[in-house]
């Protein structure tokens, strides 16, 4: 959703004013927290450099413990500060800062709430929200498909903001890292930030590469099959560099 700025409430709606309800937390908890913002906060700004969001729309979250840090409602990205910090309890209380949460705070905590995550990224890329309009699942055109955990769904459309559409999410989200959000954008989580990121990046241009290969007149792009896609999901298993203890 594109955030507009509003007062000062903490995620349950309290008013500006109120005393910050910050947990207890020691110094190295603090330090913690503070060099995640930052990564938050680089990762913010490089969906808008990378052309997946517009203005302040879309959002980005990281857990650190039982704290979800997340990019406030209606501020650049490029005006946050460490000062700006804003951070939520899993029930989705405000324990860090003042500034308003997200609009998007329902989503990105049901996925936090059910997965492993660490990190979501959400996000309006042009080409996969125009993807989300067009079918109910992203046609497997790229064996990368494997990577997000199998064919990515469209969540079916529902009011930004609301715990239908955190449910719609979900469900999309069944065994997958990412999904299509109908007539709105993409939902992605991972491990990291980086990984997070890097599944957006690369459903987005899955996207882009199915409406390219559809637009040419007269031929429908070839997909691939469920065993090739198993095939695929085997051999990533073993992807990447190993971690080698001496």
């Not at 349950?12 to 109120?18: H, L, N, P, V, Y």
């Not at 800062?97 to 660490?118: I, N, Q, W």
């Not at 449910?167 to 709105?184: F, I, P, T, V, W």
Request: glycine letters at 10%; proline letters at 6%.
């Amino acid at each position: 959703m594109a955030e507009q700025r509003g007062d000062r409430r903490d995620a349950r709606g309290g008013r500006e004013g109120a005393p910050d309800v910050a947990q207890p937390c020691g110094s190295g908890g603090r330090e913690e927290e503070a060099r995640a913002w930052d990564a938050l906060v680089a990762t913010a700004r490089r969906t808008v450099a990378d052309g997946l969001v517009v203005g302040t729309s879309g959002n980005v979250s990281v857990r650190v413990g039982d704290t979800v840090l997340v990019t406030p409602s209606g501020v650049p990205y490029d005006r946050l500060t460490p000062a700006d910090l804003t951070g939520v309890d899993l029930a989705g209380r405000q324990v860090r800062g003042t500034l308003v949460p997200t609009s998007e705070l329902p989503m990105h905590l049901a996925v936090y709430r059910t997965t492993d995550a660490r990190a979501v990224v959400h996000t309006h890329a042009v080409h996969a929200t125009a993807v989300s309009t067009l079918v109910p699942e992203l046609p497997v055109i790229h064996y990368m498909t494997a990577a997000l955990g199998g064919p990515v769904r469209v969540a079916p459309y529902a009011t930004y903001g609301t715990d239908e559409l955190a449910e719609n999410m979900l469900q999309a989200l069944a065994d997958r890292s990412g999904c299509l959000l109908q007539n709105h954008g993409t939902v992605t989580y991972g491990a990291t930030l980086d990984q997070a990121y890097d599944r957006t990046a690369q459903l987005e241009w899955m996207c882009r590469l199915w409406l390219t290969a559809s637009s040419v007149p007269g031929l429908s792009p070839s997909l691939l099959s469920e065993p090739q896609l198993k095939a695929v999901e085997e051999r990533l298993r073993g992807y990447g560099q190993r971690d080698e203890k001496k």
